[in-house]
């Protein structure tokens, strides 16, 4: 039997801890690549920029999510405290990435890639740990109101429904009113993970988790969602060609920051892949006792 009907599954899942370090991986690697390498239109660049997207942020949103089921500091005065923070942290290093070099560069005459940036753009950019932050804000409130995991998500989608409706409306707006703004739709460029268009993420993410809660055979559950979700993956990205979408623009283009329907669907049937995880997990902890079992058999 794979569900019970009481919680039977309440320790750290560390299945997601490996999703979360390999996402942080992906989003190192594809930053990196961005800047230092320039592979035209090739086939290197669509394996990097792929993995730089849905299996880097976003599932690093969804395990953040399935995170906050599990926590133990699940108040949302604690909630909100941890957005707080996630939000100063995300604009510390914005200071110390890009403003102090900008500032620099005034002072000293240097020239530098960030010509044309103002100080106030460079500070306000709107990454993955501003999303974090406001994440756990609307978290805190959504606790706050007592709302059922599913409600949390309908909310959420009816939130990337209205930040694809407002796209576009503020492109001729001053970056004192974009990048304010960008913290909950997409504005520019630089606001790249606005909390509306992404919100959907950690919300599934936390269905999921209280999902978890009640899986008693793991193994079976994830290997069933694995098979699940690669035959979506597939079938929906089939459908996309017959009706000419080149599923590409998905994670090569503007199109991964907006968020729009189209790509919300398949980048979440990509983040839904909970059954790797577990593979990789067990993998992980194999290596781990066969390396204990040489080092203590030598004594």
């Not at 997601?16 to 989003?27: E, G, N, S």
């Not at 407002?166 to 460029?189: K, M, R, V």
């Not at 590409?248 to 990509?270: A, G, K, N, V």
């Amino acid at each position: 039997m794979i569900f019970e009907k009481n919680e039977v599954n309440t320790g750290r899942q560390f299945e997601f801890d490996v999703a979360k370090t390999f996402a942080v991986l992906f989003m190192i690697v594809v930053h990196v690549f961005d800047h230092m390498v320039n592979p035209g239109s090739g086939i290197l660049l669509c394996v990097v920029e792929f993995f730089g997207c849905p299996p880097a942020a976003g599932v690093f949103m969804f395990s953040m999510g399935l995170g906050m089921v599990f926590t133990r500091h699940d108040e949302p005065r604690e909630f909100a405290a941890r957005g707080i923070k996630l939000l100063i942290m995300g604009y510390v290093l914005n200071f110390f990435r890009e403003t102090i070099l900008i500032l620099l560069g005034n002072i000293l005459g240097v020239e530098n890639s960030y010509e044309g940036v103002s100080l106030f753009s460079s500070f306000m950019v709107v990454d993955i740990l501003q999303f974090a932050g406001i994440a756990f804000l609307l978290v805190a409130l959504f606790k706050k109101m007592k709302m059922k995991p599913w409600v949390i998500l309908a909310v959420s989608l009816l939130l990337n429904a209205l930040g694809g409706l407002t796209t576009g409306l503020f492109d001729n707006a001053s970056e004192y009113i974009q990048y304010p703004l960008g913290l909950f739709i997409y504005t520019n460029s630089q606001t790249g993970f606005p909390a509306f268009q992404w919100m959907v993420y950690p919300a599934l993410g936390i269905c999921f988790g209280h999902l978890l809660r009640h899986v008693a055979d793991k193994e079976v559950f994830y290997r069933r969602m694995l098979v699940l979700s690669v035959a979506s993956v597939a079938l929906i990205t089939l459908g996309f060609y017959a009706y000419d979408i080149n599923v590409r623009s998905f994670f090569l283009t503007e199109d991964y920051y907006m968020q729009i329907f189209p790509t919300l669907i398949w980048c979440l049937c990509i983040v839904d892949f909970p059954g790797q995880y577990m593979i990789i997990t067990r993998l992980y902890y194999q290596n781990i006792i066969s390396q204990m079992r040489l080092i203590y058999g030598n004594y």
